[in-house]
């Protein structure tokens, strides 16, 4: 059996499996409101630099910062089970929402993706789901310890994909999945976007009620809207990208993004054109719209304890 990317990153020991902890966190309800399998996501990839989940938000931090104070191109990516599928030809990457029409329109797309993520590695982070639950193929097994009936090796494929199409992961361009979450639900965050201008582009968004999700911690960006399609951007991209890039507000400073795998052609293009952080959302756009529910539930590393939240407020009362 061809040796896998996953087995070299392993074997190198460039990267290595640790729990994924984050001072503030509180996985408890979410881990309650599922099962306890749900934990063994906890535990995700780390580059041998890296040696806490603190070491990865901060890199996060500062990359952010950076693209905000400097006028860089930074975008960031999440990759999970739609990604997986859909870099596979599978259209079970057709889930929550619509993201293929077939898989002959996966495949027509697929140039303009692999484009995209070359340009991802280059200028951005790349934040795929890798735990024990999605690493496991029959010859070798990690961690026989997690492996129950069915074999999960998607984590495994896409990485193989990505060294297949020259797109290495190093530490400076991979983050763990869940480190995104955190950020976009931090302190630090809400800081950094205070009286900023931000703009959602998803298929639906309440401004309101988002200005309102920012104001109760004490940060008030100025937030606009830019529509995207509900379904297909992944395989439509192409036909639809100039209309959405016009519409966004050329003085925007940040862009977040929901737009389920077509994120990583958003977040790029949009990152790339404006010189701006593009983050991929997802699940958190539905919290700060009131409509965790579209996400089926609540997500792991989204729930500080409330100390967290205590954002000083400009006239220095807590």
């Not at 306890?36 to 910062?65: K, P, V, W």
Request: net charge neutral; aromatic share 12%.
């Amino acid at each position: 059996m061809q040796k896998c990317y996953l087995d070299h990153l392993m074997e190198s020991r460039e990267f290595y499996f640790d729990k994924l902890v984050l001072k503030g966190i509180n996985n408890i309800p979410v881990i309650k409101f599922y099962n306890s399998e749900i934990i063994g996501a906890e535990t995700c990839l780390f580059h041998r630099d890296m040696s806490c989940g603190g070491d990865y938000f901060e890199m996060l931090h500062t990359f952010i910062n950076e693209g905000l104070s400097a006028g860089n191109a930074a975008p960031v990516v999440r990759f999970a089970d739609g990604e997986y599928a859909f870099y596979a030809n599978n259209l079970h990457c057709n889930g929550l929402y619509q993201q293929a029409e077939s898989v002959e329109a996966i495949e027509k797309a697929m140039p303009i993706h692999i484009k995209a993520l070359k340009g991802l590695n280059r200028s951005g982070k790349i934040a795929p789901v890798i735990y024990p639950g999605n690493i496991q193929h029959k010859k070798k097994v990690l961690f026989p310890f997690f492996l129950k009936s069915k074999i999960k090796d998607s984590a495994i494929k896409f990485l193989d994909f990505l060294f297949d199409n020259q797109i290495y992961l190093s530490r400076d361009n991979y983050l763990p999945f869940f480190v995104v979450y955190a950020y976009l639900t931090s302190k630090r965050f809400l800081e950094i976007v205070d009286d900023k201008k931000l703009c959602i582009i998803s298929s639906k968004c309440n401004l309101p009620f988002c200005q309102q999700w920012f104001s109760q911690f004490n940060s008030n960006p100025n937030i606009t809207f830019t529509e995207i399609p509900d379904s297909y951007v992944a395989t439509q991209w192409g036909s639809i990208k100039e209309k959405v890039l016009n519409s966004i507000p050329k003085d925007t400073d940040l862009c977040l993004v929901g737009a389920g795998v077509g994120a990583l052609l958003v977040c790029v293009d949009v990152a790339e054109k404006f010189s701006i952080p593009a983050i991929d959302a997802g699940h958190v756009l539905n919290i700060m719209n009131g409509q965790e529910y579209k996400s089926n539930g609540p997500r792991l590393y989204t729930i500080w304890n409330t100390d967290e939240y205590k954002i000083n407020r400009k006239n220095g009362e807590n």
